[in-house]
């Protein structure tokens, strides 16, 4: 189960430190992580994850890549910004 430990709020952004679990084949984890939310007109238009373990996170998912992801809010457009 997901949780949310703190949630801080400043100008259009918002912070929430978090605790996630993901399950993957027979595979299982958990971590802490930060979420970082913009906030405009009362809905999300940017989001920033950030796990504990990026590397971890990575090997769990089968990634080779440390990836930046930006969600915007219209649900279907968004990018990830990867380096090797």
């Given amino acids: 189960m997901d949780e949310i430990h703190t ?4 100008g ?7 605790h996630f679990t993901g ?3 027979d595979a299982s984890m958990s971590m802490d992580g930060v979420d970082l939310l ?6 999300i238009t940017e989001m920033w ?6 590397a971890a996170q990575d ?3 089968g990634w080779n ?12 457009h968004g990018s ?3 380096t090797d």
């Fill in 59 to 61: 090997a769990f998912w």
């Fill in 80 to 82: 990830i910004r990867c």
């Fill in 23 to 25: 399950r993957h084949d």
């Fill in 38 to 43: 913009r906030i405009d007109n009362g809905k």
């Fill in 65 to 76: 890549l440390q990836c930046q992801r930006s969600h915007r809010a219209s649900g279907t």
């Fill in 12 to 18: 259009d952004l918002v912070a929430a430190t978090i």
């Fill in 49 to 54: 994850l950030f796990s504990a373990d990026p």
């Fill in 7 to 10: 949630l801080m709020g400043n």
